[in-house]
């Protein structure tokens, strides 16, 4: 069955980058795929999308310009690469494989990043 | 960009009962309207998409209605295990925003 399993979270200072990994199993790759996250105690926030073959990215204002998201369809992987990180981004971020465009049919566990000094 | 709004914020309702919970976009966005079911520590699972379809294997007293600007999730028949928050999303365009949630529970 479709498994996406996310990791590299963790605590990290301001400032600091992180890079989060999803690994895609039991399911084809070959879709968009996004990264959504949870602030605690807030709602779905949605981050970033990428294109099936990675040509084309998109990203929420509050992380433009900090925040990357790339795929490695060799290993089944989705990546997010996070710079100069704020309290603000403190949260469960979860990848998340596209049915149509920006719906999301099958999602990860999630893992938690906590930006704290 | 379009904002989506849910209402109610929170819901308490009894085994049984009939549930409606309404999303408002503030642009007209077709049929692009997707709803989720949270539950805490679980990861989001997808109930309807294209505003009225319902995903595999969620079960059929879960629906979702409207076009456009005005749609609505309900639950014809509450369960227990119905307890969570829902949200819409829409995604005719990027950004793919979220409403702000609805909690639902058991009175």
């Known amino acids: 069955q479709a498994q996406l399993v996310e990791s590299g979270g963790g605590v990290v200072q301001p400032g600091r980058s992180l890079r989060l990994s999803c690994v895609v199993s039991?399911?084809?790759?070959?879709?968009?795929m996004h990264w959504v996250r949870q602030a605690p105690g807030k709602g779905l926030e949605w981050v970033a999308v990428?294109?099936?073959?990675?040509?084309?990215?998109s990203y929420a204002d509050s992380v433009r310009g900090r925040f990357t998201i790339s795929r490695d369809d060799s290993k089944n992987t989705l990546f997010l690469q996070m710079n100069n990180l704020r309290e603000e981004d403190t949260a469960v971020y979860y990848c998340a494989k596209r049915l149509h465009s920006g719906d999301l049919d099958y999602w990860g566990q999630g893992t938690l990043v906590t930006v704290s000094s | 960009d379009i904002q989506m709004t849910q209402s109610p914020s929170s819901l308490s309702a009894s085994v049984g009962d009939r549930v409606t919970i309404t999303c408002r976009a503030s642009q007209g966005i077709s049929n692009s309207l997707a709803w989720y079911q949270h539950k805490p520590g679980n990861a989001p699972k997808l109930l309807i998409h294209t505003a009225s379809t319902l995903q595999s294997g969620v079960p059929s007293r879960f629906s979702g209605s409207g076009s456009g600007t005005d749609f609505t999730l309900t639950i014809s028949s509450l369960q227990p295990e119905d307890v969570a928050t829902y949200y819409c999303q829409k995604y005719n365009s990027v950004p793919y925003t979220f409403g702000q949630g609805t909690k639902l529970e058991i009175k």
């Open positions: 039991g399911i084809s790759f070959n879709y968009g």
């Open positions: 990428i294109s099936y073959d990675g040509s084309s990215q």
